[in-house]
Each structure stands twice: as structure tokens, then as C-alpha cells.
């Protein structure tokens, strides 16, 4: 039996599918055959990516609105404070042209991958995630939608509709760094994600944000606190103020005291390079 | 549900499952077979299409998502745009196996609409999610950027001057228009479709459950076991060592084995859900290294094969010992290398039918003779009732010389009586197929105090997997090559091949050799540090050179590596000086340069491999060469040809191609151990050479006659006089042609005594590559700058193929020094199997060196997998040049790389 697959144009319509039973959201869809070798994905789908509401992004005195389906490459494209050259950078590192054409912003979130390139980019910008229900709307901080690896705030019924940046942390400049064993298509060792602002050359915010160097991406709050009211200076960054942070594993792309060691020279690179 | 799309500027309109993957509803419902299936996963890029003009992996995309779109594929793309990339393709030669072609230019089309002119930036950046595992991608991006250039069309050879011209590959148009027919594109849609019940166990007894109740449970579907398997269940490429189930009976040796096949309808097969299948597993200990494998008390893989040693390979002479004890210097070291996996973007596929009583297999392999009576043994047919017709093959580099549907869909054919197909995945191929060996090597080599070679010690342990496959030949390949192409007089090397529960190794571009050339070339650095030497001028002092003799004994009458070492010293002083001056300049990277060279044997080790060629004319005029030589990308579709055309004194567009096909095509052998352009180009000018004399005999004239076909004529002229030959008049001869001949040449070699003395190989390639790097000091990162790689391939017949050959080599190369290791049970995809993309290749500069071999035909050697061998050592001398760093286990991971900058530093 072919099971239905919904494409609403308008997200009432998707919120009313949404709480009529078990179904699967799609966006871009660039991580949901990836995760299996079958030829047909199984279950309900509600496919999201027609409805022109939820892609684009907005800015305005308020911060920045980046809608749920907006594309890496429309994030790519897109003019944007400094603060955002971090997400922006990242955004063409996700896998090639073809999974930047498709994936989403929301999507990616979503996946909640360990080794996901938008969340450290975000989490410097101090976002939040939009979730919707038919009822009603709540926002949670990146940091508390992710959960752990795969697993999200997000609950049934809910849909995330848009990130959202506050406007105090489009301030200062970003700059993000991703290392792997090859320049393309890789999951990286571990990446990093900065936004500092200066005034009168002393660091007002900083901060700081490592990625696949855990279960989730993770601020790192004491080395931003030991950044803020100080000259920005790289040598600031200690490998164990960075260590201390961050929870690695040994797998087949490298050990763990060097994703520990690679994080706090790639915190210290892209300190030295994000007001340039 | 109904999807419609947009193709051709037409709406198209679909009756299917919305929830199926669009790469399948393109294919299979609206027969775009341009789209290319590699992985399922995003990860290749090979189903690369154009969605509303943008490029997108039709592997994931939901055909409901695409509803209402407009689809650009290969084959429906046209236009100015389109034929000019096609023809750039065609020019530059960027189409070698033509898998990853579809998804190549579907990525630049995007581009090229936006910017028709780009910048070599932007191509890098555009094609950035494609992989190629044939061509280093160097031809890709000069394609794309000359797409915008007019070009002009090309011109044949005249007669005679077919070898050594960089003509097209005569086979190309299909490739670059979308019409190449690989493994999973033949054959009827409604066959059958064979899915394998595979191991999760490394090594496991087993036994079925009640399959019979299964199937009841699954109407429509055919389970076929060992038990249906009505030969021998064993095959393998060496006769007394074949040892490979087809499908498992009772023991699985290695995660993913075969234990049984279900059989039937599409929709029904592939909707099976495998893991309910009946079988009752016994786990039993495993090994998955050469030294687990080794160890006392390690659980056996095959009776009669104690110590799970499959075989040992020597060769000796002089006295290493002593002479290793008297030498001024000695270095030494241990080496690793771990299972790189052939990665061709192509899964295994095929289809399997009956005609009458004999069984036809159209699927994609390296060696279709080796297929079609391994799996007539296996099936319990004679070999004349099974024909093997090679489908396209989206690259092979080794892999495909054993057999892999073959025997699955024939038994399924047999059994069903029906045509049966079988698509592995890219899991399923990369559990199945075999790799290239992981190796442990240890060796010692000496210098006098003027910096001479004295003598050489190596003893390498090979994890050759579960299966013996090509085993022996990496046994028997290393000892004669490990010592490099230097004049070595004191020798002892050893070879192991040791089972264990890893995937079963096999052929990998170079068998063994690669492996080997590490451990020697960075033992040769230590020498020439501790000589105060130049490195490449210690190379060149210690080359062979014409007259010398190998560690075998064999005297070798034409060596060109001099030629190579020398043609790369303007390149080595310039390398060097731009390395110290970037490393002057302080910074946290450094630069540094390394060379290695390489040595090869083409064909067969000791053995005979012997190809055979038939050209043909017939009553009407065609010109038919029937070439048994399988086209992997490598070229001999057309380097054969061009071998032919000048033999038989013809134009190169007079031939007309027939096969490879066991029918059709006299035995050409295996596309391995770089022989075809060799061999079975030695066969072909000797066939060509004799029909010409045939021709000349009968029209009595001398060999400066030029001889021209046309409609049922043949022309033969010499100064002022010509006879025509009315081919109408003549009879035919079986094979329907009125004139012919068929000539087959084997390599002269000789056996290897105990002591590995002989002469193993008729023809030998040289050559030497330098490489240039960029060392991350802090996070142990590796950029390569610059490779020149000189390969003295004796004559270029086709140099636009060579060139091919060595960048794509050295893209194989550079991904086992830095990225590629093989983690069975762990990296069955490539996301975490990583290969070179186009950003990790860097500026490559071919120099081909023509030093003609007497043996070779026109003066050729072979060439494709000697281009593989010095680039990971060049590499991993550079970076020690770099950095301090010694490499002894690859890849050069970056923690390795810094672990070993560590040890460098500290002295530890």
C-alpha cells in the first residue's frame, strides 16, 4: 500500500496533517535516504518544502529570522551581518552543491548530528530554535533543542518553523573553521565556530563554539569568559581551557587527544583570523 | 499517486510510489539510465541531475518532492552548451570508465548556465560533490573550462600514424551523451531480482532454519541455497586454491558472506526485509589483522593451510646478511598499510538469461574468460554453454577480476528459468568485494660509505581475508619488486599471505607492490640523510640501467628510469628552493619535496597469459577487429585499435570494434597486471601484420602498398599499380569473413626456482614522480602542491590515455598515503571510507617517457598501475622533508602526521 505523501502549501494545513498521526517531516530531505539503503522510504511523510512561509531569511531590529526550509546555499548567497560569516562559511561545507541546493537549516537541526556544520555556527549566535503546533508557538535555545546525538526537544505535532538570532548577537564578526582528512564530502575531526565583537580593541562578547568533538556541539563558556574585557589574543586559548570542555571519541577519523589538541589550535586560528 | 515532471520541455507524467527514491522513478519508469546509482547516499554524486536548473542527488530526493519539476538529465540536456562539453569531455579525455561522466556534467551544466566562462575556482567548487575514482579529475576540470572555446573537430590519423596520436577514445560518445550501458543499465525491466541473505558475523557456523516455510510465508519468492548449487561451490582465480563458496555452506569466513538468495519480482524482493530470513548463527573467535591471523592458537580458516599461511613467496640472492653486516650504512623499519578498498563508483551488477540452453551474463567485469568458466564450474555446465558480454564497467582497478553476481544471477537464471538481475549496494559491494592487502613490513637495507646499494632484507605479512583470490600473485609479485628498481646485489625477500576473517584481499592496482615500494623508498631517504646525499641523485646512482640484473637474475635490455629520474632534477631544484623559501618565512606550515620511483612487471608472474586477436574482413568491406581486451576506462578499446590500424596499414576509422564478448572475442586474458596494452597489443599488430601480408600475397605487391577498403573492395597500391580485390567473389570462412587472420602472442618468461630465480616477466615499466607538500605543523595536515611523474611506458600510443593513467594513478596513490583505510565492519560507505575529491588533487605534471622495450609492440610497456606506485612514498618522503615526521603506517592521518611530528621533535 503506497502510504500518503503531503505537500501542503500553507503550515496550517502541515500543522493539521502533523496532528493527525504518526508522520515524518521532510524538508530537503538530504538526510532521510542517506540513512538507509532502501528504495522506498516507509511511513507517512509530510513534506514541508512547498510552503513559501517557511523559506527566507528576514532582517530586521529584532535579529535575524532564517526560515525552516531556507537552503545552504541560499544561506551562502545571502547578504549578511559579519557576525554570520561563520554560518556562512559553513554552509559550504555541507556535503557538496547538491546537499547545500536541498538541505535546510531546520533540517539539519533536526538530524541532530554530532558532527552537524550548521550547529556550532549558531550556537556562537546565540539562535533560537521556532517550533510550532497547531496551537501555539514556543522558542528553546539551540543548545537546549539538541539533546544529544539524533535526539532533539523537538516533540510530535511540532514543527520548526524558523532560527532565530537575536539582535544583540549579530554584533562583532564570525568565522568558522572545519577540519577533516580530505577538502570535501567529509565529516569532520572537529570544527570550530567563533563571533567576537570589539570595542576599542577589547573583546565586549566572545564566543566560542566546538563541534564533533562530543555528543553535541558545545559553547565554551569559560574560555569566553576568559576572552571578554581582554585584548583579543589567540594565545589566550589554553589546550585545556578547550579540553575541558569538550567530550572526544577515537573513531575511524581520528583519537581523541587530537580532536582535544586540533579544537583548541583551530579556537586559536579562527580567534586570529575573524576580525581580518 | 500521479508525479508529473517536466523533460525535454515536456510534461511527463508518473503513476508510482511517491515515497521512492527519484534516481529509481527516473531510471526504471522513465528509462533516464544516465543516472548513475554509486551509492544511495549522497556521498558519489553519480545521480547527479538537474532539478528547476539546480544540481541535486537524485538518490535523495523523494520522487513526491520532485513533482511539478523540471529534470535535466544527460541524456535529455541539449544544446550549444551541452554538445561543447560533450566534445571538451571527448578532447581531454575526462571520460575514463564513464560512471561518474553523468553526474560530472549534469554539475557543470549548472554551472556553465550561470557562468559560461569560469574560473578554475569556481569548476573545483561546482564538481566538488562528484567523486571520480579513475581520472585525478585534472581532464574533468580542463573540459569545463575549455567547454566555452570553440575547438576544432577532430582529424583521423592518416594510415599508418595511428600509434602515438592522442586520438579520442573510440568508445567515448556513449560515455558523454548518457547512453553507456553499465552492469545495472541492461536488460529487460521485468527480470527478476536476486538479493543476497549475507553474514553479520566476521566467522560463524551456521545452519538454516525452515526456508521452505519462509518462502510459503513470502509467495512469489525463490530461495536458493548451497544446497541448489549444482557444481562446485568453490571457485578462485588459481585453479588448486580455489576455495570461495558462492554461497556459503555451514561456515562464513568474513562479515557479509553469502548464505542464501532470494529471488524474485521487483516489487517483491526488494521489499524483503532480510533479517527474518531463517538461519541460526554460532559466532566462532575471529582474526581481522596479519598478526591475529599469525598468532599461535588462532582460529583456522581452511583445512591444510596451518598457521592460516595461504602461501609464501621468496627471492634470494647473494648474501643479505653478511652484506648488510658489512655495510657503511644500514637503515630499517618497520611499515603498515591497511585495506584500501577499490571504491569504483560502480557497484557490481549484472543480468543473467537463457537463450536456448546456454546461459548469457551481461555484467560488469575485468576478465570475462576467468568469469565464464569459474562460474560454468560453479553452475555444473560446461564452459561453452555460458557466455559472459561485459557490460560497461564503472571501473575495476582489480576488484572485478573475480567474480562477483556472475554465478548469483546464473544460478537464479537456471533455477527460474527467467532473466534475474542483481544490483549490489554500495554496502553490499564493499562487504563483498575484495581489497587491497593491508601489509606488515620489515626490511633493512645497506649502502657502502659511497653510497652504493649492498644489499636488501624484507619480509612482508599480507592479511590476504578469508579467500585466497590473488593471494599468491601479491606473495609472488612483492618479493621480485620489493627491492625497487635499483641494482641490488644482496637479496632476501619474503612474502606471507595470511588468512584472516577480513574482507578477502585481492588484485588492487599493483598487487602487493605499492605496499612494498613504501617501506623501500622511505628506507632510501634514511640512507641518503645518513649519506649527506642528495635524495634523487642517490636514486639515480643506484638505478638499473640497460644490461643490469634483477634480484631474479633476469638481465634487463631496456630501462628508462634514468631517463625519468633525470627528466624530474629541473623540477626537483626548483621544488626544493620553493620549499625553503616558503619554510624561511616562518609560519605554521612547512613545505618539502620527496621522490620515489617504481618498477613493474606487465602480465602474469611466471605464467602463462596469453591474448588472442582476430581481424576480419568481410564481403561487404568492414573491417571488423575482434578485441577480447575489457575497456575499464583504461583505454584499450582504442590503444588496441590504433595497434591494429597501423599494423595492417589502414586508418584508424576503417576498424569497426567487436566484443569483448566469450562468444564473439578470442581469449584476451584479464584487464590485470597492466598486460593488455602489451599483450594483447602484441597480438593485435600480429594479426594485423599478418593480414596485411595476406593481402599483399594475394595482390602481389610489396610491403610499401597502401591498401584501402570500400564498399566489397579492396584497394592494394604501390607507386602507379593497383589491384582491386573483389571481396564479393571470395567465400566467407566461419566467422563470416573472406579474409582474416588470428594470431595470439604469450609473454616468453620463465619459471622461479626456489630461490625466486627466472625470469618472471617479459616487458618491465619504469618510473619515478616527485611530490611537493604542505605540512600543518600544529594539526598535522597534508596539502599536496605539485606532482611530476615521469613514466617511461617505452611507446605512448595513445598519449592523451596515458596522461589518464598517471593522473588517475596518482589520485589512487595519494588516497592510500593520506586518506584510505579500509575498517571492515565500519567503513561500508564513502562517508567514512574517504577517496580523493577534486580539492585534494594537486597540479599534476605528466612527462612521458618513450625508451622503446624490444618485446613491446610499436616498443610499448605497460603503464597502469606503475603510476600508482612511487606517489604515496614521494609523499611520504615530502612530508618527512617537511616536517620530521617518518610515516610508517598509512594512511597519514592527521593525528598520525602529528604523533609522528611529535616523535621527530622529541626524538622519542
Known amino acids: ?276 | 499517486m500521479t508525479l508529473s515532471f517536466t523533460i525535454r520541455g515536456e510534461r511527463q507524467e508518473v503513476e508510482t510510489d511517491p515515497h521512492r527514491r527519484l534516481s529509481e522513478v527516473l531510471r526504471d519508469d522513465l528509462g533516464l539510465k544516465s543516472v548513475k546509482v554509486g551509492c544511495d547516499a549522497g556521498d558519489c554524486g553519480a545521480c547527479t541531475v538537474l532539478i528547476d536548473g539546480r544540481q541535486a542527488c537524485a538518490c535523495l530526493v523523494p520522487a513526491g518532492q520532485a513533482d511539478g519539476a523540471s529534470i535535466e538529465t544527460l541524456e535529455t540536456w541539449s544544446g550549444g552548451a551541452a554538445d561543447r562539453l560533450r566534445d571538451a569531455f571527448l578532447a581531454e579525455g575526462a571520460a575514463q570508465c564513464g560512471i561518474c561522466t553523468p553526474g560530472m556534467m549534469m554539475a557543470a551544466a549548472e554551472l556553465l548556465s550561470a557562468s559560461p566562462d569560469p574560473t578554475e575556482d569556481e569548476v573545483r567548487t561546482a564538481l566538488s560533490g562528484v567523486l571520480c575514482r579513475c581520472t585525478g579529475y585534472a581532464s574533468i576540470v580542463a573540459a569545463v573550462l575549455s567547454a566555452s572555446r570553440p575547438r576544432p573537430a577532430e582529424t583521423m590519423p592518416a594510415p599508418g600514424q595511428s600509434v602515438g596520436a592522442p586520438v579520442r577514445r573510440l568508445d567515448g560518445r556513449p560515455k558523454v551523451d548518457g547512453t553507456e550501458m553499465f552492469g545495472a543499465d541492461v536488460g529487460p525491466r521485468d527480470a527478476l531480482v536476486v538479493r543476497a541473505v549475507r553474514s553479520p558475523h566476521f566467522h560463524a557456523a551456521f545452519t538454516l532454519g525452515d526456508t521452505a516455510a519462509w518462502a510459503v510465508e513470502h509467495p512469489g519468492v525463490t530461495v536458493l541455497t548451497a544446497a541448489d548449487v549444482p557444481g562446485v561451490n568453490r571457485f578462485g582465480v588459481i585453479p588448486h586454491l580455489a576455495d570461495q563458496p558462492a554461497l556459503a555452506d555451514g561456515i562464513v569466513r568474513h562479515l557479509g558472506e553469502a548464505v542464501a538468495l532470494v529471488v524474485g519480482e521487483a516489487s517483491l524482493v526488494e521489499a524483503l526485509v532480510l533479517s527474518t530470513f531463517p538461519v541460526t548463527w554460532e559466532a566462532h573467535p575471529y582474526s581481522l589483522t596479519e598478526a591475529e591471523g599469525a598468532k599461535d592458537g588462532a582460529q583456522l580458516l581452511h583445512e591444510g593451510r596451518p598457521g592460516n599461511l595461504l602461501i609464501e613467496g621468496r627471492v634470494s640472492t647473494g648474501d643479505a646478511e653478511t652484506a648488510l653486516a658489512a655495510s657503511a650504512h644500514v637503515a630499517d623499519g618497520t611499515f603498515r598499510t591497511s585495506y584500501v578498498e577499490h571504491a569504483y563508483i560502480e557497484p557490481e551488477a549484472g543480468i543473467a538469461w537463457l537463450e536456448g540452453d546456454t546461459l548469457i551474463i551481461a555484467a560488469c567485469t575485468q576478465a570475462p574468460v576467468m568469469d565464464r568458466d569459474e562460474t560454468a564450474k560453479v553452475l555444473g555446465l560446461p564452459p561453452d554453454r555460458v557466455r559472459i558480454i561485459p557490460t560497461a564497467t564503472g571501473g575495476g582497478f582489480g576488484a572485478k577480476l573475480d567474480l562477483s553476481v556472475q554465478p548469483l544471477i546464473g544460478l537464479a537464471a537456471l533455477k527460474t528459468g527467467k532473466p534475474c538481475r542483481m544490483v549490489w549496494g554500495r554496502g553490499e559491494s564493499m562487504l563483498a568485494s575484495t581489497k587491497r592487502h593491508p601489509g606488515t613490513m620489515t626490511a633493512r637495507i645497506g649502502a657502502d660509505a659511497e653510497g652504493r646499494i649492498t644489499a636488501m632484507r624484507f619480509d612482508g605479512a599480507f592479511n590476504t581475508g578469508a579467500y585466497a583470490s590473488w593471494g599468491p600473485t601479491v606473495a609472488s609479485r612483492v618479493p621480485v619488486h620489493a627491492s625497487g628498481p635499483y641494482r641490488t646485489p644482496n637479496y632476501r625477500a619474503t612474502a606471507r599471505a595470511i588468512h584472516t576473517n577480513g574482507p578477502t584481499s585481492g588484485a588492487f592496482r599493483g598487487f602487493g607492490v605499492p605496499q612494498a615500494a613504501i617501506a623501500q623508498e622511505v628506507l632510501y631517504d634514511d640512507l641518503a640523510l645518513a649519506l649527506g646525499m642528495d635524495r634523487l641523485a642517490f636514486r639515480r646512482a643506484n638505478a638499473f640501467v640497460d644490461g643490469d640484473r634483477t634480484t631474479c637474475g633476469q638481465t634487463l635490455p631496456s630501462v628508462g628510469l634514468a631517463d625519468c629520474l633525470d627528466a624530474l632534477a629541473p623540477h626537483w631544484e626548483v621544488a626544493l628552493e620553493a620549499a625553503e623559501a616558503h619554510n624561511r618565512g616562518g609560519g605554521v606550515t612547512r613545505r618539502g619535496v620527496g621522490v620515489a620511483s617504481c618498477w613493474y612487471g606487465c602480465g602474469n608472474t611466471s605464467l602463462p597469459n596469453p591474448s588472442t586477436v582476430r581481424i576480419g574482413i568481410t564481403s561487404a568491406g568492414r573491417l571488423c577487429l575482434h578485441q577480447g581486451a575489457t575497456d575499464i576506462g583504461q583505454g584499450s578499446n582504442t590503444v588496441i585499435a590504433q595497434i591494429a590500424a597501423d599494423a595492417l596499414g589502414v586508418p584508424l576509422d576503417a576498424i569497426e570494434i567487436v566484443g569483448p564478448d566469450t562468444a564473439l572475442t578470442p581469449d584476451c586474458g584479464k584487464t590485470s597486471a597492466s598486460r593488455q596494452t602489451f599483450v594483447t597489443g602484441r597480438a593485435a599488430q600480429a594479426a594485423g601484420e599478418a593480414l596485411r601480408a595476406l593481402i599483399l600475397r594475394q595482390t602481389n605487391l610489396p610491403e610499401t602498398a597502401s591498401i584501402r577498403l570500400s564498399a566489397g573492395r579492396l584497394s592494394v597500391e604501390d607507386g602507379g599499380t593497383r589491384q582491386d580485390i573483389d571481396l564479393a567473389a571470395l567465400t566467407s570462412d566461419s566467422h563470416g569473413y573472406v579474409l582474416a587472420a588470428e594470431e595470439t602472442y604469450d609473454p616468453p618468461t620463465t619459471a622461479l626456482d626456489a630461490d625466486g630465480q627466472g625470469a618472471p616477466y617479459a616487458v618491465y615499466g619504469f618510473g619515478a614522480q616527485l611530490a611537493e607538500v604542505e605540512v600543518d605543523m600544529a594539526l598535522g595536515t597534508t596539502r599536496v602542491l605539485h606532482i611530476a611523474a615521469a613514466h617511461d611506458l617505452g611507446r605512448a600510443i595513445n598519449p592523451t590515455l596515458a596522461r589518464g593513467q598517471v593522473e588517475g594513478g596518482i589520485a589512487q596513490g595519494l588516497g592510500l598515503a593520506l586518506m584510505e583505510e579500509f575498517v571492515p565492519g565500519r567503513t561500508e560507505n564513502l562517508h567514512d571510507y574517504l577517496i580523493p575529491t577534486i580539492g585534494d588533487m594537486p597540479r599534476i605534471t605528466p612527462i612521458l617517457i618513450e625508451k622503446p622495450d624490444p618485446e613491446g609492440p610499436f616498443g610499448a610497456r605497460g603503464l597502469g598501475e606503475h603510476v600508482l606506485i612511487p606517489t604515496a612514498p614521494a609523499i611520504l618522503n615530502a612530508i618527512r622533508h617537511a616536517s620530521g615526521a617518518r610515516i610508517t603506517h598509512v594512511p597519514a592521518l592527521p593525528h598520525r602526521v602529528l604523533a609522528a611530528i611529535g616523535k621527530a621533535r622529541h626524538g622519542t
Open chain 1, 1 to 276: 500500500m503506497t502510504e500518503a505523501y503531503l505537500r501542503p502549501d500553507t503550515l496550517d494545513e502541515a500543522l493539521a496533517v502533523l496532528a493527525d498521526g504518526e508522520t515524518r517531516i521532510a524538508a530537503g530531505c538530504t538526510d532521510l535516504f542517506a540513512a538507509t539503503a532502501r528504495k522506498i522510504l516507509p511511513g507517512r511523510t509530510l513534506d514541508i518544502s512547498r510552503i513559501p512561509t517557511l523559506r527566507g531569511i528576514l532582517h530586521d531590529d529584532s535579529g535575524l529570522t532564517i526560515g525552516a526550509t531556507t537552503t545552504w546555499t541560499d544561506i551562502a548567497t545571502a547578504e549578511l551581518p559579519p557576525a554570520c560569516r561563520g554560518l556562512q562559511l559553513a554552509a559550504r561545507e555541507v556535503g557538496g552543491p547538491q546537499i547545500q541546493n536541498r538541505g535546510t537549516i531546520a533540517g539539519n537541526l533536526c538530524n541532530a548530528s554530532p558532527a552537524a556544520d550548521g550547529v556550532p555556527p549558531l550556537l556562537t549566535l546565540d539562535a533560537q530554535v521556532v517550533l510550532r503546533t497547531k496551537d501555539g508557538e514556543r522558542s528553546l535555545p539551540l543548545d537546549q533543542f539538541l539533546t544529544g546525538p539524533r535526539r532533539t526537544a523537538r516533540e510530535a505535532g511540532e514543527i520548526v518553523v524558523a532560527i532565530r538570532v537575536p539582535a544583540e548577537a549579530l554584533e562583532g564578526a564570525g568565522h568558522f573553521l572545519k577540519l577533516g582528512a580530505r577538502r570535501h564530502l567529509v565529516i569532520s575531526i572537529a570544527m570550530v565556530a567563533v563571533r567576537v565583537s570589539l570595542v576599542e580593541g577589547i573583546v565586549q562578547q566572545a564566543a566560542v563554539a566546538v563541534g564533533a568533538c562530543g555528543p553535541v556541539a558545545v559553547r565554551l563558556t569559560q574560555l569566553e569568559k576568559a576572552l571578554v574585557g581582554q585584548p583579543l589574543d589567540p594565545h589566550l586559548v589554553t589546550d585545556d581551557l578547550v579540553a575541558q570542555a569538550l567530550s572526544p571519541i577515537d573513531d575511524v577519523r581520528a583519537d581523541a587527544p587530537y580532536r582535544a589538541h586540533a579544537s583548541a589550535e583551530l579556537v586559536r586560528r579562527a580567534l586570529a583570523q575573524v576580525t581580518a
